[in-house]
Nanobody, 121 residues
Framework: QVQLVESGGGLVQAGGSLRLSCAAS????????MEWYRQAPGKQRELVAR???????IYADSVKGRFTISRDTAKNTVYLQMNSLRPEDTAVYYC???????????????WGQGTQVTVSS
């Protein structure tokens, strides 16, 4: 089976920075897109950033210029560098990846358990 484990969340003051990590492990043959989502209380889960296998990226308008997604293919790890954090960035952040495993013939989506990010004003 495949596991995605996030780390790096926490409490930070507005204007501060955090770096989230998400490591995928298991019977992985290929990882296509890796993504970060977030869900604030009472709101729908939203896509924050995505990085494709060719390292092209997309960002939600609300985080452009402040957040940077990157990946280490050799380590099956994706990162989210978050700068100039705002109280409205407070949410549970989830890692997701589209992964081809040895147990499937097509890539499937896998999710991490989530990590809390709280930005105080």
């Amino acid at each position: 089976q495949v596991q995605l484990v996030e780390s790096g969340g926490g409490l930070v003051q507005a204007g501060g920075s955090l770096r989230l990590s998400c490591a995928a492990s298991g019977r992985i043959l290929l990882i296509n897109a890796m993504e970060w989502y977030r869900q604030a209380p009472g709101k729908q889960r939203e896509l924050v950033a995505r990085i494709l296998s060719g390292d092209s990226t997309i960002y939600a308008d609300s985080v452009k210029g402040r957040f940077t997604i990157s990946r280490d293919t050799a380590k099956n790890t994706v990162y989210l560098q978050m700068n100039s954090l705002r109280p409205e960035d407070t949410a549970v952040y989830y890692c997701a990846a589209n992964i081809l495993t040895s147990a499937s013939i097509v890539p499937r989506p896998f999710w991490g358990q989530g990590t809390q990010v709280t930005v105080s004003s």
